[in-house]
């Protein structure tokens, strides 16, 4: 089964919990805060495999997390960071969020990439000793790792697209010309995936693709070949295959015409592709139909004459496809996008979304979900960690939030279970 569309989700591991750990040895009275810093969280990492050609594993599992690092300990230790999940893709995909559309990455290189960072770990109550808080009974939380849903569109890395209307012959090309071996038969709709074929010129070698059959409509949705179109948009060359026989009872010129004006609603960029005609069935059609095609086409396109059953004429249209990409720009490959402001707001720490809601007159809710790993690391009864606490909710903006919306000095403020009394 072939899949080139699916959706995932991901999350890199959180960072560990920095430790609140005091020295504890005999005949040392006081040896001060020793907890360590936790570790860091696993990133999320894929890496194109030129052994996968489908995305069919991404049906049946769609949930990867990695790990979170581990939490500090005493004597200054820092926590064992969590080692990264690394997920293998076909090359040639694309990744992007789904929820803004956003394109992270192209994944058709051979060095890794790293989707979802892990987060930092937090820091141990060691790192907050001062000459006037020698005793910090608190620590810091480890940062959550990134999470996205992920939509992977996996677009081929073919030198050249075969296109055309199903039966036209492109299998049988491409089996003339390569190693691959397609499923050859005389009815429509016989390729049902792309077929790669890796064909060898002297010295050097490119990759071409069958593109299962496009039919009138194809880029509104109609028949199979919408769902291939994206395929032929990396391409650097096309092939147009026309059954110049009309054996079928087509009209080659009316095909032509069809399937070009296919791949421009589909793409604009697409039909600026250079592109080859391929006067197909020859050895079956007349001279007169031939040529009449030949004249159709004039001097727009370079024009062969070829016979996939017989290999006639094949070799020279081979021969032209190489010297032609010679002269064309590589593979297309996608830049990734850069993140919005908006998505930006969301990652900066100091940007954290929260809300403040007035429940009663003197009874106010903050709603934060950030707040929750730093709410469960403060010591409600430890005044530096109070005060510490207190930082938190003034550089996040919580505190002119909680003026804003009128709360006066000695009303309760409730963040998840903890309630505490504002004092200004």
């Known amino acids: 089964m072939f899949a080139d569309i699916v959706k995932i989700s991901i999350k890199a591991g959180d960072g560990g919990d920095g430790a609140v750990s005091f020295h504890r040895e005999k005949y040392v009275a006081a040896g001060g805060p020793d907890g360590g810093d936790g570790g860091k969280g696993g990133d999320v990492v894929f890496i194109a495999d030129d052994n996968l050609s489908t995305l069919i594993d991404f049906r049946y599992k769609k949930k990867y997390e990695a790990e979170d690092g581990q939490k500090g300990g005493a004597k200054k230790c820092t926590g064992k960071s969590a080692p990264d999940i690394v997920i293998k893709i076909p090359r040639g995909t694309l990744v992007r969020d789904s929820d803004t559309g956003r394109l992270i990455a192209d994944i058709s290189a051979n060095e890794p990439v790293i989707i979802a960072k892990g987060g930092k770990g937090g820091k141990g109550n060691m790192n907050f000793a001062t000459s006037r808080r020698q005793i910090p009974r608190f620590a810091k939380p480890g940062f959550p790792g990134e999470k996205y849903n992920l939509t992977l569109e ?35 709709f016989t390729t049902l995936t792309p077929v790669l074929g890796v064909i060898k010129v002297d010295e050097k070698s490119f990759v071409m693709a069958d593109i299962p059959g496009l039919i009138e409509g194809a880029s509104g949705g109609a028949g199979l070949g919408h769902a291939f179109l994206r395929h032929v948009e990396r391409c650097r060359l096309i092939v147009h295959v026309v059954d110049v026989s ?16 296919e791949l421009a609603a589909f793409s604009e960029e697409l039909s600026k592709l250079p592109q080859i005609a391929a006067a197909n069935k020859s050895d079956i059609a ?4 031939i040529e009449e095609f030949r004249n159709f086409v004039g001097e727009d396109y370079p024009f062969f004459v070829i016979s996939a059953a017989t290999k006639k004429g094949t070799e020279d249209l081979i021969n032209h496809i190489a010297a032609r990409l ?82 006066h000095e000695g009303d309760t403020v409730s963040v998840f279970d903890f309630e505490f009394e504002f004092i200004v």
């Open 246 to 261: 009309g054996i079928e009872g087509r009209n080659p010129e009316e095909d032509f015409q069809k399937i070009n004006y």
């Open 154 to 188: 996996l677009k081929l890395l073919a030198d050249v697209g075969l296109v055309g209307f199903p039966n036209v012959g492109k299998s049988s090309l491409i089996s003339a010309v390569s190693a691959a071996k397609p499923e050859i038969a005389n009815y429509h």
């Open 286 to 289: 007349t001279e007169e139909q």
């Open 326 to 407: 010679d002269e064309l720009p590589p593979v297309k490959l996608y830049e990734a996008e850069p993140v919005s402001l908006e998505e930006l707001a969301q990652k900066d720490p100091k940007k954290r979304v929260f809300t403040v809601n007035k429940v009663e007159e003197d009874f106010y809710e903050v709603h934060a979900e950030w707040l929750a790993p730093i709410l469960s690391m403060v010591d409600m009864n430890d005044y530096e960690s109070l005060q510490y606490f207190q930082r938190v909710l003034r550089s996040s903006g919580i505190i002119d939030a909680l003026e804003a919306a009128g709360i």
